[in-house]
């Protein structure tokens, strides 16, 4: 059995996704590599490429670094790298692109109705916000929409959207840094000095004060967008994502606008907002950690079942649910460790899917997954030359685990069977010449007078239609047994008196002993 694929949906988003990005790389080109070979410079254009080459190489070993914390928080079920690499290059590449030439046009118009304050205002306080964040989030929508089964829940929502921000923030510190030490170098009359300098401050102040800056507002979006992947609420799918984008504008609003400010008024504003930032940040990072160890409790809770059926065994269970488990696996089974422990986190997480449609009455794509994942899953440990577990329980799904024979058999009704009597207790107090082998209830009728027996009565239809001075209803067994000479007596469990005792005794009582009653 094979995993399903969604083949339209795929090229569908593959086909949009390449052209918005060529469109992006193409605006790239025109507006930061051919725009200004026509610009004057005293220096010459050719100082502009080096000093772009310079950003390029402050800015790309940077967001290496960078790269390794969502890859780290993102423990229990990693996306693909490819997806990764998609999200990385949009930001990169088709957000900065689009985005550069709407905030360039919008700058260009500020600047026509109130100078350059106006042009520095509208695109960097108004624009920026709104255009950057709605690129960098139409990433994560699109993943939501064309890759759905690469998205789970918030915490994918926050990684895809930290890859997109990121790239979008690489390539712009290339062409923050670059124009910085241009510009500077053709103001001072080409002092390559005073230059660096100027790059130098700039990559402080973004590369290593703020340099989550773009991750931190895109992923106020990715959180909305997780919101609507996990909720079964059709007015909660459209609301979180809009607020998770406005909170985003917001945080990027308020952080270009004190950065505006504190040039224009020499007011060190930024500090504050620096100050701001870290907070933001640190809260961020509070919030990541809940969400992870969150996601880790559900693939505990969705696979416990599976150790009951054998698909996997306690300890690879503990690997899945550990932020160590994909080393510890590498370790045990090579790379068809870490793949084996992929494939049970997506499972786990496949059935919490599925739990949530079912409670919403909906359908999802993610039951199509379950069954292939536990063959892939089967497969792999066959590879790796991994004993296969045994169930804890025989009978397969939806049995108690652990659950004892003998409390296995309480279902049974009352009056076909008494609980807690073994055989060989339930033949105690039998005389020889009465003792029934094998007492089924419908085979304790056997021998009675025909015009006394009534076959295959239960217990409790055999008095209605005893003449009434005959009938004790409600008898206790403990007084029918009354007068009875103890040789004769019959010593039957509470309940399993044979039909016709009864009137037995009350034959004994009014004629001759026990046989008076027994042969009316």
């Known amino acids: 059995m094979s995993m399903p694929k969604d083949r339209g949906r795929k090229i569908t988003g593959a086909i949009i996704y390449f052209l918005l990005l060529l469109a992006g790389v193409g605006l790239l080109l025109f507006l930061f590599a051919l725009m200004p070979l026509f610009e004057n410079s005293r220096c010459g254009s050719g ?78 306080v108004i624009s920026a916000p709104f255009v950057e964040e709605f690129w960098k989030g139409a990433l994560v929508l699109g993943m939501l929409i064309f890759l759905r089964t690469e998205f ?10 930290t890859f997109a921000a990121l790239g979008f923030a690489c390539v712009e510190n290339v062409i923050y840094y670059g124009n910085a030490g241009f510009e500077v170098f053709n103001k001072t009359g080409c002092n390559p000095d005073q230059a660096w300098n100027a790059v130098v401050d700039t990559f402080f102040v973004r590369g290593i004060l703020s340099p989550w800056g773009h991750p931190l507002y895109t992923s106020m979006t990715g959180i909305g967008i997780g919101i609507a992947r996990e909720t079964n609420r059709w007015w909660l799918k459209v609301l979180a994502p809009f607020v998770g984008y406005l909170l985003a504008v917001l945080l990027h609003a308020i952080w270009n606008g004190s950065a505006l400010l504190s040039g224009a008024t020499g007011i060190p504003i930024i500090v504050l907002t620096i100050l701001l930032y870290v907070v933001f940040v640190a809260m961020f990072t509070v919030l990541m950690i809940v969400l992870v160890v969150r996601e880790g409790r559900i693939i505990r809770k969705f696979l416990t079942d599976e150790v009951a059926m054998g698909t996997m065994t306690q300890e690879e269970l503990n690997w899945v ?7 510890k696996a590498m370790f045990s089974r090579g790379l068809k460790g870490r793949k084996f422990v992929t494939a049970c986190a997506t499972l786990a997480l496949k059935k919490w899917h599925v739990t949530r449609a079912m409670k919403g009455k909906k359908h999802t794509v993610s039951m199509d997954f379950i069954a292939p994942l536990r063959q892939e899953i089967a497969k792999m440990r066959q590879a790796s030359g991994a004993a296969a577990p045994q169930p804890v329980m025989a009978g397969g799904y939806g049995q108690q685990q652990g659950y ?99 009137r ?8 001759q002993g026990g046989q008076g009653g027994y042969g009316r």
Do not use: H, K
Not at 504 to 511: A, F, P, R, S, V
């Open 321 to 327: 649910c550990s932020p160590i488990g994909r080393i």
């Open 152 to 161: 789970d829940g918030v915490v994918d929502g926050v990684i895809y959207a």
């Open 404 to 502: 004892p024979p003998q409390q296995q058999q309480q279902a049974y009704p009352p009056q076909q069977q008494q609980p807690g009597y073994p055989p060989q207790q339930q033949q105690q107090g039998y005389p020889p010449q009465q003792q029934q082998q094998g007492y089924p209830p419908q085979q304790q009728q056997q021998g009675y007078p025909p015009q006394q027996q009534q076959p295959g009565y239960p217990p409790q239809q055999q008095q209605p239609g005893y003449p009434p001075q005959q009938q004790q209803p409600g008898y206790p067994p403990q007084q029918q047994q009354q007068g009875y000479p103890p040789q004769q007596q019959q010593q039957y469990p509470p309940g399993m008196e044979p039909p016709g005792w009864g």
């Open 504 to 511: 037995g005794g009350q034959g004994g009582q009014g004629g």
């Open 47 to 124: 100082y502009y490429f080096y000093y772009m080459f310079v950003g390029a190489c402050l800015a790309f070993p940077a967001v290496v670094a960078y790269l390794f914390v969502p890859v780290i928080i993102d423990r229990f079920d990693p996306e693909p790298w490819w997806a990764l690499f998609l999200a990385f290059l949009w930001g990169g590449f088709a957000a900065t692109g689009l985005s550069g030439a709407i905030n360039t046009f919008f700058g260009i118009a500020g600047g026509m109705v109130a100078g350059e304050g106006g042009s520095a205002f509208v695109g960097s």
